[in-house]
């Protein structure tokens, strides 16, 4: 699958020899189904894509010596490797976007939208913050994920539905917007 993202992600292997798989965020295609009353159901397939930003993260209070054991390096950057946001990402993440139809998304700013709320490893109710994009690549619809990560409260913002996006989208209508 060709695309202007990773399609496909190696794994990071740690300072230990610890191999952490990231092949569950490889590229993928989504199909969501609208069902409507009056008219025939719409189909809407993306290309998802994510970033390096779901499983990375650079925290002010690391050294530099513990930034580069931990530094992962993509075509676009390198950061170092966050085993929770992996974690999450793992736990979560392709589930969280394969019923994006089903979840609460609100506009996150910068013409991105986020879906949030799961139970972290301690079964704890927290927000995760997971913001996308959506946009046409190559005459197909594509969906990528810019990052994903906790966050301690509630992030605001108004709520859209997907299938609005999807059909604006696809009618090369603007995209909602706050």
């Given at each position: 699958m060709k695309i202007g993202e990773v399609s496909?992600?190696?794994?990071?292997?740690?300072?230990?020899?610890?191999?952490?798989?990231?092949?569950?965020?490889?590229?993928h295609e989504a199909i969501f189904t609208h069902k409507c009353e009056e008219k025939?159901?719409?189909?809407?397939?993306?290309?998802?894509?994510?970033?390096?930003?779901?499983?990375c993260k650079d925290y002010p209070e690391q050294t530099e010596l513990e930034k580069q054991r931990l530094m992962y390096p993509s075509p676009r950057e390198s950061r170092p490797?966050?085993?929770?946001?992996?974690?999450?990402?793992?736990?979560y993440l392709k589930n969280i976007i394969l019923t994006l139809d089903k979840q609460r998304i609100i506009h996150a700013?910068?013409?991105?939208?986020a879906v949030?709320?799961?139970?972290?490893?301690?079964?704890?109710?927290?927000?995760?913050?997971?913001p996308f994009k959506v946009f046409?690549?190559?005459?197909?619809?594509r969906?990528?994920?810019?990052?994903?990560?906790?966050?301690?409260?509630?992030?605001?913002?108004?709520?859209?539905?997907?299938?609005?996006?999807?059909?604006n989208l696809a009618h090369n209508k603007p995209l909602p917007h706050p």
């Open positions: 496909k992600w190696h794994p990071f292997v740690d300072s230990e020899g610890t191999v952490w798989d990231l092949s569950f965020l490889d590229a025939k159901d719409r189909d809407y397939k993306f290309i998802v894509s994510y970033s390096s930003h779901c499983f490797f966050c085993k929770r946001r992996y974690l999450l990402a793992q736990r700013g910068y013409g991105s939208y949030l709320e799961v139970l972290d490893e301690e079964s704890r109710s927290i927000y995760y913050h997971v046409r690549e190559n005459k197909k619809f969906l990528h994920i810019t990052s994903a990560y906790p966050v301690m409260e509630k992030p605001g913002g108004k709520k859209v539905g997907f299938y609005v996006i999807a059909y």
